[in-house]
């Protein structure tokens, strides 16, 4: 079954405000990493954890493995925050194993 | 600039027929990796290669075969083609092993492969 349940599937938001997406692991996970779709298909780097939090701008990442989620909050959300978000989890030795997607639009 | 260039970036090939996807990453990394993405699918990942060595393999057929020339190289050779093959096949880098320390990722902006 799925190892990584990301949600939302979709997420509107207004420029200035903020959310969170959340990607729940089936199992514990060593290691989470988020990544953006940008226009070109390109998979941004955003954030890499293997524990506790991170921030960056106006993203901030969470990841707990014990409780098995990590969340991605964005906050004074920009035109530029639109795209789809993906989460990676570690499981395998080498490999990551991708969420769904969250895709973000940011209207003015 | 694109630090890790993927070759075609689109492809569309006959059932049957052999095609080969390239990948050259220019960020000195040692680790390279396959990702496949099939519509209405998360990434999967099909390979991983430290030093040229071929370390992981999650891809079931053995149509699907690495080629790695250099260190910097790590080709994706796809043969006996089938339309359950079209997706977009990413590759990736990292400066070591996902299952040493855990590096970040670094992907391609992906070769979109359709079978017909």
């Known amino acids: 079954g799925d190892q990584v349940e990301q949600s939302p599937s979709a997420l509107s938001l207004h420029e200035g405000t903020g959310s969170a997406l959340r990607c729940n692991f089936t199992?514990?996970?060593?290691?989470v990493q988020w990544f953006r779709k940008n226009s070109r298909g390109s998979l941004i780097n955003l954030f890499y954890?293997?524990?506790g939090t991170k921030e960056n701008g106006r993203l901030k990442s969470a990841f707990d493995s014990k409780e098995r989620y990590s969340t991605l909050h964005i906050r004074d959300a920009q035109l530029e925050d639109s795209g789809t978000y993906f989460c990676?989890?570690?499981?395998?030795?080498?490999?990551?194993?991708f969420g769904l997607g969250t895709r973000v639009s940011v209207f003015p | 600039d694109p630090k890790i260039i993927q070759k075609p970036k689109y492809l569309v090939a006959v059932t049957g027929s052999e095609k080969i996807l390239i990948c050259e990453q220019y960020?000195?990394?040692?680790?390279m990796y396959w990702y496949r993405q099939s519509a209405k699918k998360p990434l999967e990942f099909m390979f991983s290669?430290?030093?040229?060595?071929?370390?992981d393999n999650q891809t079931a057929s053995s149509r699907f075969q690495p080629q790695s020339s250099k260190k910097n190289h790590l080709d994706l050779q796809i043969t006996a083609l089938k339309p359950d093959d079209s997706a977009t096949y990413f590759c990736?880098?990292?400066?070591?092993?996902?299952?040493?320390?855990?590096?970040?990722?670094?992907f391609g902006e992906g070769s979109r492969l359709i079978v017909v």
């Open positions: 199992t514990t996970m060593r290691a």
């Open positions: 290669y430290s030093y040229q060595k071929l370390m």
């Open positions: 954890l293997a524990s």
């Open positions: 960020l000195g990394h040692n680790a």
């Open positions: 990736a880098s990292s400066q070591d092993g996902q299952g040493l320390s855990g590096n970040t990722l670094y």
């Open positions: 990676a989890a570690a499981l395998y030795a080498q490999g990551l194993t």
